[in-house]
């Protein structure tokens, strides 16, 4: 069997929330600063699966309050750097939010979001499943089969609504980090399915782990083969 562990529902989205929360401990300090390089492999988790954002070799100072962005040499790695940035070299605040999208995706996958293994037309995940991110039938087809269904439908949608939010290709149309975390927080009280599972396997799976990157225990993030634009 795959030693990628398979995580529930609502340890799912209590990574997303403290992982959002993070970011936007970053953006709404004195001086703001841009992650630049959000990715799932850069998430750690303790032993009560709170997230906290690692590895801030690539931060950087955020614009002044004259300025909308700050322009840089691109780097961070493709699948999660912001179309704008990549194209241009000038960062935004919200140019983390898009890198945020891309995880929520994974979160509702458990695909990577560079695979050159997908057929042709599918290797950048986030481009190519934003149709089924803005159906409800289709996006039954694309959640990630080791929930085994076990998840409420009507949150799985407003995850994915959050997530194509996050992934709109004009920064100013991406919502702020704040508004991320408000709104994780209510999907994180849905619950319509009678099925989802209890805590219990939560805490007992808890006692066997120590803090260490998400992609070691979880499907979302990329494993070997994820490169950085230079």
């Known amino acids: 069997g795959s030693s ?3 995580l529930e529902w609502n340890i799912r989205i209590k990574i997303a929330i403290g992982a959002a929360k993070g970011l936007s401990f970053l953006h709404s300090s004195d001086k703001k ?29 955020g614009p002044s309050a004259s300025q909308s962005h700050v322009t840089t040499r691109v780097m961070g790695t493709y699948g999660y750097a912001a179309p704008e940035y990549v194209a241009t070299g000038h960062l935004y605040v919200k140019s983390d939010v898009y890198g945020f999208g891309v995880v929520l995706v994974e979160i509702l ?11 042709s037309g599918q290797h950048n995940l986030s481009e190519w499943i934003k149709p089924y991110l803005s159906d409800r039938r289709k996006l039954k087809s694309i959640m990630d089969n080791r929930l085994e269904g076990k998840y409420p ?3 799985a949608v407003r995850i994915a609504q959050l997530a194509l939010k996050c992934l709109e290709p004009e920064p100013k149309y991406r919502p702020s980090m704040k508004e991320v975390v408000e709104t994780l927080e209510q999907i994180e009280s849905i619950n319509d399915n009678p099925k989802e599972p209890g805590n219990r396997t939560a805490r007992q799976t808890t006692r066997r782990h120590r803090q260490q990157p998400l992609h070691h225990r ?13």
């Open 4 to 6: 990628v562990q398979s």
């Open 33 to 61: 600063v841009i992650y630049r390089d959000f990715k799932a492999s850069n998430i750690l988790l303790d032993g009560s699966y709170t997230a906290k954002l690692s590895d801030f070799g690539l931060a950087k100072l």
């Open 109 to 119: 996958t458990g695909l990577r979001a560079l695979d050159p293994n997908r057929p």
């Open 153 to 155: 439908s009507k949150a």
């Open 218 to 230: 979880s499907p979302l993030a990329p494993k070997n083969g994820t490169g950085r634009a230079n």
